[in-house]
């Protein structure tokens, strides 16, 4: 890998603190990051390049969800030796010119911006950079790393993609959703199109129908300042869910690259059919009183809608999402439920028409599990449910996190799991109309599975959402 300077901006934001922080420890103990590569964070909080030094330290210490392991001392002194700190208004045109300072002492022309503060301040950074040559320059590269919410809707993002578009090049734009960074949506590809045994059953003779489950059993916590003004369905609906979607449902790329692998992503977007009249939101009891949060707020804390793709291979497959938070327990997966032949040997047996389903655990108990039936052992005729599974703790590898995965391949300048802008169009375009007819959302209780509504969607249709099973790969 080359070397390069990073340039953290909003270095003291949540964001940086849960995931990007700790991605590049990560990268340095995995001796990703080359020898003269420069880590420099931008905040307005006054700190000396010790205290910075602290302040990092002290944040990756603290144990998150997704990064909880030990903080050995080796790799912090690497680190540390190479990271840098800027303070400043982000309206103030002296930090961009201490930062054209600092980065033209790096031993590096590369550079990556990494602009993790919010979507209002991007224009005054970049015009500042446009002042300080930054952002277009002829020597080494740059590029840019942007993430949601990118846009609130079709319009604004059009206009958040054109001011990027302004200042750089489509391939200096790295729209970065983590979740096509997780390794156990990756491999949604290679179980597919890698082994050949799983395609033919992918269409709407063998499936009866598709389940997304992405549930939380916590809060919004101190994120009510953002929060409020999004919602469940922008939060992680636009995003996270749709490419989840795109990734089980899209047709096998040409060829693994970019231009493929995005173009088959794209695809699914245009074909995938929004139904306003499915839509379910729900708020969780207690949420008006969270900070920051309106004592009258109308935001959604969980959605549930049904769509199908307008495909030949999919079509009548009905998919059915739910999401949200608060909820009975914390668990993401996507679950294939197969149609059950009528003449099965079995049917007189109970439970011998029971589905078989293939569950796509995104996490926690990462893997990938296969419901079949199985002879109870012994003289009796009986079924039972087993599972076949392949589970990510068994491998002798570590799981990596996904923004340790996406910041190397923005290192390296692979746009393969990034977005496009066409692509966050359609994820708009799609997500827009559950907006536009969107009722008040039905109160529920903390720790259930949301508004009975949601249950209704599937009962109309003879189906019920399936138990999200923490015994799957279970350590
Ligand atoms: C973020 C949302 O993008 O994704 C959060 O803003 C959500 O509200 C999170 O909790 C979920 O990500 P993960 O990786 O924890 O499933």
Known sequence: MQNFSLVLFGVTGNLAQLKVLPALYDLEDKKILPEKTRIFG???????????QAYVLKILKTKNRHHDHEIKDEVW?????????????????????????????????????????????YSTIFDHFRRTGQHNREEG????????????????????????????????????????GKETLQNILTFRFGNGIFEPLMNNQHIDHIQVTAAEDFGIGERGMYYDTVGALRDVGQN???????????????????????????????????????VVFGQYEGYSQEKHVG????????????????TARFKGVPIYVRAGKKLDRTVTEMTIVFKTPINRLFKDVESGMEPNALVFRIQPNEGIVLKILSKTPGREKGLEESYMQFCYHQLSS????????LIADAIEGDQTFFNDEIEIALQWKFIDPLFANAATPVSYKPGSWGPKQADQLLKKDGKKWLDPSLAFCAL
């Open 398 to 405: 570590q799981l990596h996190d996904a923004y340790e995965q």
């Open 240 to 278: 996270h869910i749709l490419q989840m979607l795109t990734l089980l449902l899209m047709e096998s790329p040409t060829e693994f690259s970019n231009e493929a692998v995005t173009k088959e992503r794209v695809r699914v977007l245009e074909k995938l059919v929004p139904m306003p009249s499915s």
């Open 42 to 52: 931008v905040a307005r909080r006054p700190m000396s390049r010790e205290e910075f």
């Open 295 to 310: 004592q009258d707020s109308k935001t959604d804390t969980f959605f549930a809608f049904k769509t199908e793709l307008d």
């Open 141 to 180: 590269w740059t590029r840019l790393l942007v993430e949601k919410p990118i846009g609130t809707d079709l319009k604004s993002a059009q206009e958040l993609n054109a001011l990027l578009a302004k200042y750089f090049s489509q391939d200096q734009i790295y729209r970065l959703d983590h979740y096509l």
């Open 77 to 121: 002194q690497r680190l540390s030796a190479r990271i840098d700190y800027i303070a400043g208004d982000f309206n103030d045109p002296v930090l961009y010119d201490k930062l054209k300072t600092a980065l033209d002492t790096a031993q590096t022309q590369n550079r990556i911006f990494y602009v993790a503060t919010y979507p209002q301040l």
